[in-house]
């Protein structure tokens, strides 16, 4: 048996091939976990949306861009923005990046990375710090 774990691209091709086979939205969506089990369980709730584009004509698969979505930015940018100018705020980042406080701030806690002494980096814990926790972890 393979391990062909389908993505959102090829699930919606085969459901415009299921619309053109005159199925119903159920029917394809049954085929789909019938031949991927759990990996196509995310599309339960989509086929009935999916068919009913097609019928529009809309057979485009790729998401849409939404409106007010924010711009999606590489940790490179963060990384070249922290090395060029180390004391900037997160308000500042956002604005250099052109992404919202918040993205940022994600983007920051994911890399563990803290604004310490005006200067970002990499957040570590002290050696007895890292004791202390464990001691706590084994009492609780």
Request: glycine share 4%; hydrophobic share 35%; with cysteine.
């Amino acid at each position: 048996m393979s391990k062909f774990g389908p993505n959102k691209r090829h699930l919606r091709e085969l459901l415009i091939y299921f619309f053109n086979l005159k199925k119903s939205a159920v029917e394809a969506r049954r085929l789909l976990v019938e031949a991927y089990n759990k990996a196509a369980l995310r599309i339960q709730n989509t086929c009935g949306e999916w068919f009913q584009k097609f019928k529009n004509g809309d057979f485009d698969v790729e998401d849409k861009d939404r409106s007010g979505r924010p711009k999606i930015y590489e940790v490179v940018e963060l990384d070249e923005s922290l090395e060029e100018d180390s004391p900037q705020t997160q308000k500042e980042l956002a604005l250099t990046l052109e992404v919202t406080q918040q993205a940022v701030l994600h983007r920051l806690k994911a890399l563990g990375i803290i604004h310490k002494h005006d200067n970002w980096m990499q957040y570590e814990l002290k050696p007895r710090d890292v004791e202390r926790r464990l001691c706590i972890s084994e009492i609780l």
